[in-house]
């Protein structure tokens, strides 16, 4: 797809959707802290760059794209209707593709290249391998599926066997890694012993990248890379972007344990403050535009936010509550 | 001709994949010349070149390959080596298959074939019967087959299924179950009970290799006291058919409920809840369980055969059952 699109377009594709998550972000978290949000609210802050470079190269109905928790900015690239499926999702609405049956990040379209997570972290790496693998079984060539996950993720169990099957079976997975330094408070040095984490993708097998995921261009380099070695065949691709989650690991966390000097080096490194140097700089976007951008994603948010408040929720006597789609006859 | 229950299975197999193009399978050693640890895929690989799959050593993974596989529109048919194993792939099967069709109304068509129960020298981890952990959560269909025809019906039904079915296939019966024939002249459908011995002093409820065991107890009891028990095989612990229970309990008045499993939270204590919620008037005296020992499944043959119910343990839960 790159090659027919301009690096510019992309980028600013990109860039967009970054513009609506912060801004989707800023507008949730007032909303959890003034009480209107039935669970956890857990934003994307400083992973950004990483999110929205991550479903850049992919298209809808080709590829596949798993999101997790951070990823939003990813979700509106992916697909113009991710803004108000989010809020959808957060305020349990039942028009929305969960009907309120699930909420916050768990949301997905499954039959659109989007699996609806679990919480279960690393659960959802085999699922894309398993999506992957029937795209190969029915005769379906040039797909890529990209799976989502973060430095923590790394240590689960699931995460080690899928990302060895993925290798094993030569499928077209980039595993982009996020590593934000936390998993949830539990820093990279209690997390695992490796010297970088570029060392496990190396270990299954795995063709392997790292960026500084603060850096837009650089992010969005790497993940064409990644995305265009996966489309030609070359197999399973790693990457593993750094950047520093500038917030709670949901909205009830104060992130109190990342050290304040850590705090402060990053604040310089906002990924949005970056992505938006660099596209002036580049001259694919000027100050008026980036501004016009900005705004209309904060329209954009307000207006979906309301609607999603607005939309019936689901009612427990007439929603279905069939687990199964098959029932046997007279059951 | 004789044919027996993993003939049945394998026939099954190579059926589906002859009919369905979108049927494929996948699990560790199934593949390549070697056809499964008990043979149950043996020439299939050769015979349907790249849809018989080797996976890794990775239950979780080989599960999370199934959903994957089955939202792109694959019906999966999924092997554990052992049920006993399965356990590492019930995150997968219980909260991301089971939980599938509720949070985004899209089934996931996928046949998770365990090979479960015990045999002689089998031991802790060889040997379980998993079905209760499975059953537990909403979502999934269980089958547990105890005949040649069952277990070549049913699992064909399960690929047909639209949902995740967990096929409990048991390795005590693999080659010692046999039948003429593979196919049953009018086979049930998946949710309905059997009756499997028809009978007016009691109640057995059997399931997998517990049918043969209570069909041998209940010709014990006829033989040695003129007792008829109604043997009643579930063929499947969800949907669990509580009509065709009921309806027999209503007969006998007496109800035992058999399992090879652990007691606590099994299929038995389900059944037994059911008919004490539902038909607590039609019994004449306390219903009873009968089921393996509160304690790992052992390896030797002698304590094995101790821990289990057999026809000699069911035999005598009736005849004190039906003195009661």
């Given at each position: 797809m790159s090659g027919v699109i301009g690096l510019d377009q992309v980028a600013l594709r990109a860039y967009r959707g970054m513009c609506l998550a912060r801004a989707f972000d800023t507008k949730l978290s007032s909303l959890y802290k003034a009480g209107k949000v039935f669970g956890g609210v857990f934003l994307g802050r400083g992973h950004e760059a990483v999110a929205a470079a991550s479903a850049a190269f992919l298209e809808r109905g080709r590829d596949v794209y798993n999101p997790f928790i951070r990823e939003m900015a990813g979700r509106c690239v992916w697909g113009d209707d991710a803004l108000l499926e989010a809020c959808r999702s957060y305020f349990g609405s039942a028009l929305g593709c969960m009907g309120g049956k699930d909420g916050n990040v768990h949301w997905g379209q499954p039959t659109q290249g989007n699996p609806a997570p679990v919480s279960h972290l690393g659960a959802m790496l085999s699922v894309v391998?398993?999506?992957?693998?029937?795209?190969?079984?029915?005769?379906?060539?040039?797909?890529?599926?990209?799976?989502?996950?973060?430095?923590?993720?790394?240590?689960?169990?699931?995460?080690?066997?899928?990302?060895?099957?993925?290798?094993?079976?030569?499928?077209?997975?980039?595993?982009?890694v996020t590593n934000n330094r936390y998993a949830y408070s539990t820093p990279n040095c209690e997390?695992?012993?490796?010297?970088?984490?570029?060392?496990?993708?190396?270990?299954?097998?795995?063709?392997?990248?790292?960026?500084?995921?603060?850096?837009?261009?650089?992010?969005?380099?790497?993940?064409?890379?990644?995305?265009?070695?996966?489309?030609?065949?070359?197999?399973?691709q790693w990457v593993v972007a750094t950047t520093l989650r500038m917030c709670g690991h949901g909205e009830h966390d104060d992130a109190a344990y990342i050290p304040a000097?850590?705090?402060?080096?990053?604040?310089?490194?906002?990924?949005?403050?970056?992505?938006?140097?660099?596209?002036?700089?580049?001259?694919?976007?000027?100050?008026?535009?980036?501004?016009?951008?900005?705004?209309?994603?904060?329209?954009?948010?307000?207006?979906?936010?309301?609607?999603?408040?607005?939309?019936?929720?689901?009612?427990?006597?007439?929603?279905?509550?069939?687990?199964?789609?098959?029932?046997?006859?007279g059951a | 001709?004789?044919?027996?229950?993993?003939?049945?299975?394998?026939?099954?197999?190579?059926?589906?994949?002859?009919?369905?193009?979108?049927?494929?399978?996948?699990?560790?050693?199934?593949?390549?010349?070697?056809?499964?640890?008990?043979?149950?895929?043996?020439?299939?690989?050769?015979?349907?070149?790249?849809?018989?799959?080797?996976?890794?050593?990775?239950?979780?993974?080989?599960?999370?390959?199934?959903?994957?596989?089955?939202?792109?529109?694959?019906?999966?048919?999924?092997?554990?080596?052992?049920?006993?194993?399965?356990?590492?792939?019930?995150?997968?099967?219980?909260?991301?298959?089971?939980?599938?069709?509720?949070?985004?109304?899209?089934?996931?068509?996928?046949?998770?074939?365990?090979?479960?129960?015990?045999?002689?020298?089998?031991?802790?981890?060889?040997?379980?019967?998993?079905?209760?952990?499975?059953?537990?959560?909403?979502?999934?269909?269980?089958?547990?087959?105890?005949?040649?025809?069952?277990?070549?019906?049913?699992?064909?039904?399960?690929?047909?299924?639209?949902?995740?079915?967990?096929?409990?296939?048991?390795?005590y019966l693999y080659r010692r179950v046999k039948a003429e024939s593979f196919t049953n002249p009018d086979p049930l459908p998946v949710g309905r009970a059997r009756i499997a011995r028809e009978g007016e002093h009691a109640t057995i409820i059997a399931f997998s290799a517990m049918v043969p065991e209570a069909l041998e107890a209940a010709q014990l009891l006829a033989e040695q006291s003129g007792y008829e028990p109604e043997v009643v095989d579930l063929r499947s612990v969800k949907p669990l058919d509580t009509d065709t229970i009921l309806a027999s309990v209503a007969r006998t008045g007496r109800l035992l409920v058999v399992s090879e499993d652990f007691p606590w939270g099994g299929v038995a204590a389900e059944v037994v809840a059911r008919v004490a919620a539902e038909g607590l008037h039609l019994l004449d005296a306390p219903p009873l369980r009968l089921t393996s020992k509160e304690s790992p499944i052992p390896y030797h043959p002698e304590l094995w055969k101790a821990h289990r119910p057999s026809a000699a343990t069911i035999a005598q839960a009736t005849r004190y059952l039906i003195s009661l």
């Amino acid at each position: 797809m790159s090659g027919v699109i301009g690096l510019d377009q992309v980028a600013l594709r990109a860039y967009r959707g970054m513009c609506l998550a912060r801004a989707f972000d800023t507008k949730l978290s007032s909303l959890y802290k003034a009480g209107k949000v039935f669970g956890g609210v857990f934003l994307g802050r400083g992973h950004e760059a990483v999110a929205a470079a991550s479903a850049a190269f992919l298209e809808r109905g080709r590829d596949v794209y798993n999101p997790f928790i951070r990823e939003m900015a990813g979700r509106c690239v992916w697909g113009d209707d991710a803004l108000l499926e989010a809020c959808r999702s957060y305020f349990g609405s039942a028009l929305g593709c969960m009907g309120g049956k699930d909420g916050n990040v768990h949301w997905g379209q499954p039959t659109q290249g989007n699996p609806a997570p679990v919480s279960h972290l690393g659960a959802m790496l085999s699922v894309v391998a398993g999506m992957m693998l029937a795209k190969r079984l029915r005769g379906e060539a040039g797909g890529v599926g990209v799976a989502c996950i973060g430095d923590g993720t790394t240590s689960v169990g699931a995460t080690h066997e899928a990302c060895n099957l993925i290798a094993v079976e030569k499928l077209p997975v980039v595993v982009v890694v996020t590593n934000n330094r936390y998993a949830y408070s539990t820093p990279n040095c209690e997390e695992f012993a490796c010297a970088d984490l570029t060392d496990r993708g190396k270990g299954y097998g795995m063709c392997t990248y790292s960026c500084d995921g603060t850096d837009f261009l650089q992010t969005l380099s790497t993940m064409r890379q990644a995305v265009e070695s996966a489309r030609n065949g070359e197999g399973a691709q790693w990457v593993v972007a750094t950047t520093l989650r500038m917030c709670g690991h949901g909205e009830h966390d104060d992130a109190a344990y990342i050290p304040a000097e850590l705090k402060e080096a990053y604040a310089q490194r906002d990924p949005l403050d970056v992505a938006r140097r660099q596209l002036l700089e580049k001259g694919w976007l000027s100050e008026q535009e980036a501004d016009e951008m900005d705004a209309v994603a904060r329209d954009a948010v307000q207006r979906a936010l309301a609607q999603a408040q607005r939309e019936d929720p689901p009612a427990p006597r007439t929603v279905d509550w069939r687990a199964t789609s098959w029932n046997p006859q007279g059951a | 001709m004789s044919v027996t229950y993993i003939d049945a299975i394998h026939r099954a197999m190579e059926d589906l994949l002859a009919e369905d193009e979108l049927v494929f399978l996948y699990g560790e050693d199934i593949a390549g010349s070697f056809g499964g640890a008990f043979k149950a895929t043996k020439g299939l690989a050769e015979k349907y070149p790249g849809r018989v799959m080797n996976a890794p050593i990775s239950e979780d993974a080989i599960l999370g390959v199934g959903i994957g596989a089955a939202l792109g529109g694959m019906h999966p048919i999924l092997e554990m080596q052992f049920a006993d194993f399965g356990t590492l792939a019930l995150n997968q099967m219980g909260n991301n298959a089971g939980a599938h069709y509720f949070r985004t109304g899209v089934p996931v068509n996928l046949t998770l074939r365990m090979p479960c129960g015990g045999t002689p020298g089998g031991g802790p981890f060889h040997s379980q019967s998993v079905e209760a952990l499975f059953a537990h959560y909403p979502g999934l269909h269980v089958l547990t087959p105890a005949t040649v025809g069952d277990a070549y019906d049913m699992l064909k039904q399960a690929v047909q299924i639209p949902d995740p079915v967990v096929f409990m296939e048991h390795k005590y019966l693999y080659r010692r179950v046999k039948a003429e024939s593979f196919t049953n002249p009018d086979p049930l459908p998946v949710g309905r009970a059997r009756i499997a011995r028809e009978g007016e002093h009691a109640t057995i409820i059997a399931f997998s290799a517990m049918v043969p065991e209570a069909l041998e107890a209940a010709q014990l009891l006829a033989e040695q006291s003129g007792y008829e028990p109604e043997v009643v095989d579930l063929r499947s612990v969800k949907p669990l058919d509580t009509d065709t229970i009921l309806a027999s309990v209503a007969r006998t008045g007496r109800l035992l409920v058999v399992s090879e499993d652990f007691p606590w939270g099994g299929v038995a204590a389900e059944v037994v809840a059911r008919v004490a919620a539902e038909g607590l008037h039609l019994l004449d005296a306390p219903p009873l369980r009968l089921t393996s020992k509160e304690s790992p499944i052992p390896y030797h043959p002698e304590l094995w055969k101790a821990h289990r119910p057999s026809a000699a343990t069911i035999a005598q839960a009736t005849r004190y059952l039906i003195s009661l």
